[in-house]
């Protein structure tokens, strides 16, 4: 599939999505889809988490 802003649009809104429905211990508050020098897209997600209140983040590739 092509890399545009389209497809990265769409692998946002999935991924928020997905996020929302399967994990309830923490808050999204952010979701960006990024893509590297390889033009590999990468999702990175920022958290909170509800117990504790530590924030996170983490990037994970999509596709390669």
């Known amino acids: 599939s092509q890399n545009d802003t389209i497809t990265q649009l769409i692998l946002k809104e999935v991924v928020e999505e997905a996020l929302k429905r399967w994990e309830s211990r923490v808050i999204f508050r952010d979701v960006k889809i990024l893509s590297n020098e390889l033009n590999n897209l990468i999702a990175k997600i920022e ?17 390669e």
């Open 47 to 63: 958290y909170y988490y509800r117990d504790t209140g530590i924030n996170g983040s983490l990037s994970i590739s999509l596709l």
